[in-house]
Each structure stands twice: as C-alpha cells, then as structure tokens.
C-alpha cells in the first residue's frame, strides 16, 4: 500500500494566507495532494505562493473566479495529472468553483475535486444559483457512484450536515447553510449514492470538530464554529480512508484563514 495524504483548505485569499504563516503549515504537514479554495488569484500568484510553501515543483491545476478577486480553486500534486477538467459536470466552467483531475496510484486512478460551492443567501437568487451548483454536483456525484470511480470531493461546501456541525443549529435553521434543502443534498449522498463524509465517518460523532470561525468576536476562542469543509469519497474510496484530523489553529493569532484545513491519509 501507498499511503496518499490529501488536505483541503480554504484559503480566505492565498496571498494574505501566505503572509499569515500558511507555507510554513503546509510544508510541516507534507500533503501529497493539496486542494485549495477561495485562492483569489492568478497562476503566476499562486506558483509563487506554492514555492514559498517548497511546493513549487508541483503539478498544479487551477481555475480563477469570473470575477476579479473571488474564488478561485485549485488541485496540487506530487504527481502528474493524466487529466483536468474545470467545471462540474459541463456547467459552472467560468465560475472558478470546481476542478477536477485524475492521478494515477497503484490502486488505480483517483479523480480528487476541490470545490467552493456558493455562500447562498435564503430567499434570494443567489440561493437558486447554490441549489443549481448542488444539482450539478449530484449529478456528477451520481455518476461516479454509478461507474465505481475513485473519487474523491473536497473543498468549502458552505452547509452543515447536522446539528452535530455548526454550534449555534438553532439560530441558523433559517439561513442559508443549514437550510433543510440544502441539507437533503447530503442526505441523498450519502444515502442514496454511498458517498462517505470521511472526517465524520472517522471521527465519530460530534459536536464538531468544527472548520470555520467567524473572524469577527469570541467565535474561535469560544470555539462557536461551523463544519463545512469536507472530503467526500465515492464508496471504493472511503474504504481506504485511514485517519482524518482538523488543523485547528492553536490560538486565534495563529490563524492563517478563517477556515481550517481537513488532512486525511488513504491506503491505495
């Protein structure tokens, strides 16, 4: 077996992350697969950012926002890429919200996916926009699923699942992020389509741990958090699922995001 360690972060803006202290986490943490999201930036940036982290030999995929500053996602590697497409499933291509590659193992080929699904906002059009990205995500999800793929979803999906994944579940119950359309995505999922949360599924139940705090306030130090950076595997996948941890900051000046990244080994 070959042990393949994937982190997904949201970077909240690569450069301000790099001056944060980033590059020097996600060289400590030594990733083989590196997904990023909310890069806001150019190639030519996010080359200079991966070389400050000792990354700058890597393959690197990358899609930026439509607009000018926003989103932006991104898939490094170790290894080359035997394909990138941008875009879920024919749609969403100049949004910089989804890319996708396939890389080669000895267990066969994984695609891994970094996403940033849409903030939403309940009862605006920017909601309908939200539901119309989840909707291509099923279907590409239902896809995999259908043909065995190994493959693995990762990226800031801006819902929590459960109550278990945001602190205040009471509060939010009407807001965008915990609405209960959105929520039934995930249930279809994993329920109908065998996708595994894999940190959940290797944690164990809650609450939290959670990867999202608000910059403003006590929200990190009282830890008044939300899960909603995930890694999704395809049923084939999460079988080799080995270890899943949270890479909290220690203190809230030891934030380089307002987001934590999600690191799990695989066995392949």
Not at 31 to 56: F, N, W, Y
Not at 174 to 181: D, M
Not at 190 to 208: C, I, K, N, T, Y
Not at 229 to 243: E, H, K, M, N
């Amino acid at each position: 077996m070959t042990a393949m360690r994937v982190i997904t972060a949201n970077v909240n803006g690569i450069r301000a992350a790099i001056r944060r202290g980033a590059a020097a986490w996600i060289t400590a943490a030594a990733p083989d697969v590196l997904c990023l999201q909310e890069v806001r930036a150019g190639d030519a940036e996010l080359a200079k950012a991966l070389v400050e982290a000792g990354l700058g030999h890597w393959h690197v995929a990358h899609t930026e926002g439509g607009a000018k500053g926003r989103a932006g996602v991104a898939v490094a590697s170790r290894e080359p890429y035997a394909a990138v497409r941008v875009g879920v499933d024919g749609a969403f291509g100049e949004t910089g919200r989804w890319i996708e590659v396939d890389i080669a193992t000895p267990t066969g080929a994984v695609t891994v996916a970094s996403t940033y699904v849409h903030t939403g906002e309940a009862g605006t059009p920017r909601q309908v926009e939200k539901y119309l990205f989840l909707d291509a995500m099923t279907s590409r999800m239902q896809r995999a699923a259908a043909s065995g793929e190994l493959m693995l979803v990762t990226g800031d999906l801006n819902v929590a699942h459960r109550e278990d994944d945001l602190k205040n579940w009471k509060g939010n119950l009407k807001k965008s992020g915990f609405l209960p359309e959105e929520r039934a995505y995930f249930d279809r999922w994993f329920d109908e389509l065998s996708w595994v949360d894999v940190h959940r599924a290797l944690h164990g139940p809650g609450p939290g741990p959670y990867t999202w705090w608000s910059w403003r306030g006590k929200a990190f130090d009282n830890d008044a958090g939300w899960r909603i950076d995930y890694q999704l595997a395809s049923g084939p996948l999460a079988a080799l699922a080995r270890s899943a941890t949270v890479g909290r900051a220690e203190s809230y000046a030891g934030r380089w995001s307002d987001h934590a990244p999600v690191v799990v080994d695989y066995d392949l």
